[in-house]
């Protein structure tokens, strides 16, 4: 049986996508893709998510403010996720977090709003996804500031120190790994690939951005997650199909899913 995997980090919404995404989407199953989750980056790709979401039921979704566009954020926005997340498809607040490698928006008002999202999803009990570029420190302090009984999410694309990533676990989070763990010389990644819990573990693509090999610097598509699962089932010397349930497992569980297989 060919494995089925998810993808818990995509951008469907993306205008890379535009030319092609129904006839993309509606192949995604036979091409091994179980279930993706898509992430908003600011309020009009919150809203593009929860409507791929509503349209094909295999699409979720979830909606905040990328810490580039946290310099847009105000009340009325906030309250406005807030609206999105009555939708049953809904899964989650994200992607939030800081970036200190492009410094869009100053780091300030980065942190502030990513304060504020994480206190949405306490109110709402969702669990959050975190981007984090090249600021860790920061990310693991506000985290563990504003941690609550309820705190779990994703630490997306994860790029820090296994040392690290053991920090965010404790606070309840799960560690997705995507196509930078397939290049010959992201030695960190792998060595978080090798050693992260498997209980802890998920894939992604981060599609259309952050293509595995062989396909580097292209565009990136769901299915390309089985390369990620590929690599990290040759690093942990296990089958991807070990890789593909174990991650699987893990995502259903975060965000309270049925598993129907």
Known sequence: MENKFIDSHVHLDDEKFDHDREALISSLYENGIELVLNPGSDLDTSKAAVGLADKYPFIFAAVGCHPHDSRLMNDDTMEAFRKLSENKKVLGIGEIG????????DRETQKIWFREQIRLAKELDLPYIVHDRDAHEDVLKIMK??????????????????EMAKEFIKL???ISLGG???????KTPKQVAKEVPFDRLLIETDCPYLAPEPFRG????PKNVKFVAEEIARIREVGTDIIAEKTKENFYRLFNLKQEN
Do not use: M, Q
């Open 98 to 105: 800081l970036d200190y490698y492009y410094d869009n928006s």
């Open 172 to 174: 309840g989070f799960y």
């Open 145 to 162: 500031e504003e941690h609550y009984s309820g705190t779990r999410g994703i630490l997306h694309c994860y790029s820090s120190s296994i």
């Open 218 to 221: 292209k565009r990136n598509e």
């Open 180 to 186: 930078p763990v397939t290049f010959k010389k992201s």
